[in-house]
């Protein structure tokens, strides 16, 4: 991970910021100061927390189904170098959000010379898709736990159509709420996967003891490492909230915040590559790519089913937050002559309703996140974090090496995104078909 080189002295620091933020630098240096780390916020411990919590997404019930498609070991230095990407690219945005003040991906891509405007809009568009596709994915998680605990049978299209509602009412209520009374749900977090993850590993060593175990690969070759790279970018980009974090990071700077990352993300290696070959090696090629789907229907699988789905439902109004905000900091609502309030509550519906009925005919998990992870790898990880660290850096951005690193992050990230939209299978037969090390039965 890079750590921070500023192209400028402290003093030209200084006067970058007073050019840039001109009125904040007029009151009494409170802005100034802030920009240089003094001043209250949110420590390294909890950003480091808040960082770890905010890989648990639903991209991580995919992580066993996709490994059974790349096997054990390339999944996991998919795993490790998904990381490693992310954090570099996560570094690169700190410190362009540190030179400019911007702390917020649309605005510091609205920097960029020329196209900043139209590169803004774009980013808002696909950061409010992504996360529209993310709540998409909760629903599914909600609605298939219900159904496992309801009926066990395949359910009818309409009988699933009231699950969904049912899981879209109980949810809306929560969507109203602020942060603060939300903030449950970062215990309730750690409870689901730390629950999941003790049940993944019950169900391996079950099966090694009564030698069931169910045929594995450890390494072979198959085009199913594209979905696994795909899922894995779903679970780990965090690139378009990293910066409001940063912003309220206690005596802040990009190389603090490079030390919160590279804890966070070792902590997340050993919880994605935890879930992903234990989950794997638990039910084996046929792994749903929805892995709660896949647990027995024991009393303990079927607890940890069902408290998944209530886990995730909390989650829900947190994921929606940064597609309220942009409306609830907008002068939307005076331009129609509404109440502000009116405005965001009607646009809380209106999305609650969008996604209930996108959740009628998405049924797939996997599907949904390798399409999710390849679109936001081309966007999130690639083309944003390159075109600011070719424009943006300074110095820096003009070093002929820079530069051709920025564009080879380009060019391989938008090829592996169109990839991930192509082969969005994860290939698991095949790969078995033809493992170069592998078990037929333990």
């Not at 896949?294 to 994921?319: C, D, E, H, K, Q």
């Not at 597609?323 to 809380?348: E, F, Q, W, Y």
């Not at 991930?420 to 170069?436: E, I, Q, R």
């Amino acid at each position: 991970m890079n750590n921070y080189n500023s192209a400028t002295s402290p003093d030209e620091d200084v006067a970058l910021i007073r050019e840039i933020r001109p009125n904040e630098a007029k009151q009494g240096g409170a802005a100034l100061s802030n920009a240089n780390g003094a001043g209250e916020g949110a420590t390294q411990m909890q950003l480091t927390a808040n960082l770890i919590i905010g890989g648990l997404g639903t991209g991580i019930f995919t992580l066993p189904w996709s490994t059974a498609g790349a096997s054990i070991l390339p999944a996991l230095v998919i795993i490790a170098f998904t990381l490693l990407l992310n954090a570099w690219t996560i570094s690169i945005l700190v410190q362009a959000a540190e030179r400019h003040q911007t702390f917020d991906l649309g605005g510091l891509l609205g920097r960029l010379p020329g196209v900043g405007k139209f590169s803004q809009v774009a980013c808002n568009c696909g950061v409010w898709f992504s996360m529209f596709l993310c709540l998409v994915g909760y629903t599914i998680v909600t609605t298939s736990c219900a159904q496992q605990m309801f009926d066990s049978r395949p359910a009818s299209w309409t009988h699933r159509c009231q699950l969904v509602i049912i899981s879209s009412a109980c949810v809306l209520p929560l969507c109203f709420l602020d942060q603060a009374r939300l903030s449950f749900t970062s215990v309730l977090g750690v409870m689901v996967y730390g629950n999941i993850f003790a049940f993944l590993l019950s169900c391996y060593v079950h099966n090694e003891a009564i030698a069931t175990s169910v045929p594995v690969c450890y390494f072979g070759n198959s085009i199913g490492v594209v979905a696994m790279v795909s899922a894995m970018m779903q679970s780990v980009i965090v690139q378009m909230c990293v910066l409001p974090m940063y912003a309220e990071m206690k005596d802040r700077s990009p190389a603090k915040f490079d030390k919160v990352v590279a804890v966070s993300f070792t902590t997340l290696f050993f919880v994605f590559g935890g879930f992903a070959v234990f989950g794997y090696l638990a039910f084996g090629e046929n792994v749903n790519s929805n892995i709660l789907l896949s647990f027995p229907g024991t009393i303990w699988g079927n607890i940890s089913r069902n408290f998944a789905g209530v886990g995730v439902l909390s989650v829900y109004p947190i994921m929606m937050s940064p597609m309220i905000a942009p409306i609830r900091n907008s002068d939307v609502a005076a331009k129609l002559g509404m109440n502000s309030d009116v405005v965001v509550n009607v646009t809380t519906v209106a999305i609650v309703a969008a996604v209930t009925f996108t959740a009628f005919f998405l049924t797939d998990l996997g599907i949904l996140n390798i399409v999710n992870g390849a679109m936001s790898l081309g966007l999130f990880v690639a083309l944003a974090p390159g075109l600011i660290g070719l424009n943006l850096l300074g110095t820096k951005s003009q070093h002929p090496g820079w530069r051709l690193a920025m564009y080879a992050l380009i060019g391989g990230g938008i090829a592996m995104s169109i990839l991930g939209l192509v082969y969005t299978d994860n290939y698991a037969a095949k790969l078995h078909a033809a493992c170069s090390w592998g078990t037929a039965s333990h």
